[in-house]
């Protein structure tokens, strides 16, 4: 038996060979028939006609030659293969598909000169997809990446991931509030996400405040809404809280006599056409400025910050929205608030603004509340019309202590909603700081899990010392404020209190975090023994990652690994440190995601000790750094920043640390920098 099978083993291998090759042609002829092709003619040479679609969409007849590997060999030309393949040629030729056949793969050679031809970016659909017509999956600067999107962020084609945000609710509901910290968060993430601010153009317009020659002209006003610690650093320009105006003519909204038009509670009265005519003019110009900045200027998120309060109104903006671009999302964000504390703060906060500034409180008030009360009589909240025409909106109701959603699609939208639920106005004070001097940290080792020198642990007792003093003298000044606080205010009273009573001051807790590294736990070591804190340690918390680079110097990096030390230097915030682990600032703004949504919904004092990249990351976060200013950040050991929010933004200060008397010392109007060590 042996001896025949090896007889016959020649013949035998033949015809298995044969059956394989007919059994490969009748399905590739099959392919072929199911394509609608006309038949296809045999070939006997090593190539074939097939037609050419030029760039006009015309036709022109090209030979294609035989890709060595792909076709068959010359000996096979005349066979039932060959014509299959030569039509398969044709098909790939004419259609543009990529086909990856076994049978193709089993006829390939595999010398290792074997060619391989990369496919050629192509459309293959009817039309060019200029636009994608629905949003699509996340886009997450520094954890996802694309051809059309390097970087992670949504890309100029993908128009349907965008979004315009609309606001709507009756003055006084926080509708400021809300779209500065959206766009704050937006931006943080790396979104493109900007701010149009209907009353601020509409203040212009009407000559309430005058034109600013250029964008950077205006700087941010003295007033409690618009307090939040301004950023310079190295150069930089305060944000101007008020665009140039591109499209009204400040001469046109004067009486005539160049006085600027009335303001008070009758400019807004639904039945003064003029201003209604005005006001909608200014409406529909920052709208036009906001889908500039989304379709030319490159911009993910803008937020339409006005009333919008009549159905008339938000009908008439989705119409101009889809005129411009109908793949653009929209989502609408109402403001409800029923809670006559919180009420309150925001009508103070009204009265100490622009309109009001510098007038009469009481009279103020009462022009305020019948502002309020002309939007009343045309207001129609979110609901009936945008169910009926499948729009989605999020209602907010009493700053999240209920929240409605509907019909959210897009991950930017879902994001905004998760992120709305952490809101709270509650008094507390957030503390952040770098853990004290490691054994690495004198050896300006990067990364690593070192000890704290024993100068490390005076600064950790000299911490516990200082927090527990501020603990004290904030709960007595916060009840002061509330002793002294009058409704309306007393003019020059620029500092509304908490829209809340208050009740759990003396009970309020005090977190400290720390990440699991043991120069931050070893820090915290005092507060872990006191029964007044509560410790507890975050792995996500953990300073960024170096790699391969963990325990070297920046000077090593520079000398052994020159080209990653000049890639970082030349782009720190998306530089990944090479190796198994590695991060970069945008992994660490990823994975410290969840934390600040929950730092922003806890209502307890929180004291963070950290690490450098953590603490500037943070720190970005709270006082709203672009993307440039990030991983640049001065965040020194010894430094300890305090951020107290408020209900228009946050009050920030800075301390350094007194190694000599183991306390810190505020640092007078200190403004965030950039650090001078290239290195850090």
Known sequence: MPGAILNHGPTSTKDLGRKRAQSQASDLAKLVMSSNLPPPSTAASSTASSPKISADGENNSQPIKHVDGLLPPPALANGSLATALNSLGEIIKRDRIAFDSPFALSNASTAPGSPRIPPVRQNSGTQTPRVRPHATTLNIPGMTRSKVSPDGRIAPRDVAAKLVIIMVG????????????????????????????????????????????????????????????????????????????????????????????????????????????????????????????????????????????????????????????????????????????????????????????????????????????????????????????????????????????????????????????????????????????????????????????????????????????????????????????????????????????????????FCVWTSMLKRSVQTAEYFDADDDYDVKAWEMLNELNAGIFEGMTYEQIAANYPEEYEKRRKDKLSYIYPGLGGEGYLQVISRLKDMVREIERITDHLLIIGHRSVCRVLMAYFMDLTRDDIADLDVPLGMLFAIEPKPYGIDFHAYQYDEENLWFTEVPNYKPQKTVNINN
């Not at 509409?202 to 003295?222: M, N, Y």
């Not at 990067?446 to 950790?460: A, F, K």
């Open 170 to 509: 009756l003055p006084a509901r926080g509708k400021s509030y809300l779209t500065k910290k959206i766009q704050r968060y937006l931006s943080w993430q790396q979104h493109n996400s900007r701010i149009f601010n209907v009353g601020n153009r509409r203040r212009i317009a009407a000559g309430v405040i005058h034109k600013p020659s250029s964008p950077h002209q205006l700087k941010k006003t003295e007033t409690p809404e618009h307090t939040a610690a301004t950023i310079l650093l190295n150069g930089g320009h305060d944000k101007p809280d008020i665009d140039e105006p591109t499209k009204l003519d400040l001469d046109d909204t004067t009486q005539g006599n160049g006085e600027p038009i009335d303001q008070s509670a009758k400019f807004f009265d639904p039945n003064n056409e003029e201003a209604a005519k005005l006001r909608e003019q200014v409406a529909i110009d920052t709208l036009d400025e906001l889908l500039d900045y989304l379709l030319l200027q490159g911009g993910a998120v803008g937020i339409l910050d006005a009333t919008n309060s009549t159905v008339h109104r938000r009908q008439l903006i989705v119409e101009h929205v889809k005129a411009r671009e109908p793949k653009l999302g929209i989502l609408f964000i109402e403001s409800i608030c029923h809670d006559e504390n919180l009420l309150e703060a925001n009508m103070r906060l009204k009265l100490s603004g622009p309109d009001y500034r510098d007038k009469d409180p009481v009279k103020s008030l009462a022009d305020f509340k019948a502002r309020v009360k002309a939007y009343e009589s045309a207001y129609v909240p979110l609901g009936e019309w945008e169910e009926k025409n499948d729009l989605q909106y999020i209602q907010m109701i009493d700053v999240g202590r209920k929240i409605v959603n509907h019909r959210l699609t897009g991950f930017l939208s879902g994001g905004i909603a998760s992120y709305l639920t952490t809101f709270n106005l509650s008094p507390r004070q957030i503390w952040i700081t770098r853990h004290g001097m490691s054994v690495d940290n004198q050896q300006l080792k990067l990364g690593g899990d070192s000890d704290l020198t024993e100068q490390g642990h005076y600064y950790g007792l000299a911490l516990h010392r200082f927090i527990t003093h501020k603990r004290k003298e904030w709960l007595v000044n916060q009840k002061n404020k509330i002793a002294r606080a009058t409704f309306p205010p007393q003019r020059g009273d620029h500092t509304p209190p908490y829209p809340e009573l208050n009740k759990e001051l003396d009970e309020k807790n």
